[in-house]
């Protein structure tokens, strides 16, 4: 009897820089284990109130986090050398800016209806940490969808409407309360909650216990 793929729900944002380094970790990990697997994408906003027009990275840590200029600087290094092992690029040139990501996750929901929802999700990513896009901006995140061969008239149609605005804030709300308050999180085969960029060693012994439990 064949055994089904290890389910992994990864619930994130595409404003989070730990959210691409924990999957590029995972990614490498299930890559040298060989872990048959299917991953599902969550959405999780870390700043609803996010006005339009976002706010300045820099100014924002700070305000949020407290992190002097410094202390900012030390983690955008620190994130740099880890997309350099990761082969991902983070651009943070002056003036970076952090932006409301509701609408990203309305049109990941429809581009997950198309079995596309990872390859947008992989490409939003890159817009913002790499390309430094605005996506905030309805008519980039069509341009992004329209990319990885989406349809462009329709990615606008959604967010001219609106229709999956509902069904994003149910999932959002479905997660806060299984008690996610922060991301990456990721749930292997519905129950072991693992939290934070763990590593590649990490998520390797992570899914060498899981195959070992299965057998």
């Not at 872990?35 to 700070?62: R, S, V, Y």
């Not at 955008?76 to 350099?84: I, S």
């Not at 896009?133 to 959604?158: F, K, P, T, Y």
Request: proline fraction near 4%; hydrophobic fraction near 40%; include cysteine.
């Amino acid at each position: 009897m064949q055994k089904e793929p290890l389910r992994i729900d990864i619930i994130s944002d595409v404003m989070c820089p730990w959210c691409i380094v924990g999957y590029r970790q995972l990614a490498q990990a299930l890559d040298s284990t060989g872990t048959d697997h299917e991953i599902h994408w969550h959405p999780f906003e870390l700043n609803p109130a996010m006005p339009p027009e976002g706010q300045d990275m820099i100014e924002h840590i700070a305000e949020k986090y407290g992190s002097t200029p410094e202390q900012s600087a030390q983690n955008r290094a620190r994130l740099e050398a880890l997309g350099d092992e990761l082969d991902f690029k983070f651009g943070f040139a002056d003036g970076f800016r952090m932006h409301n990501t509701f609408n990203t996750h309305q049109l990941l929901h429809w581009a997950e209806e198309q079995g596309r929802m990872h390859d947008l999700k992989q490409a939003f990513f890159a817009a913002h940490f790499t390309d430094g896009r605005n996506v905030s901006d309805v008519n980039v995140l069509a341009d992004v969808a329209a990319e990885i061969g989406l349809d462009r008239a329709e990615a606008l149609a959604v967010l001219k409407d609106q229709r999956f605005a509902d069904t994003v804030r149910e999932k959002e709300a479905f997660w806060q309360r299984q008690g996610i308050q922060g991301v990456p999180a990721v749930v292997f085969d519905r129950q072991h909650l693992v939290t934070g960029a763990q590593g590649v060693e990490n998520y390797t012994n992570i899914l060498h216990h899981l195959a070992k439990e299965e057998a």
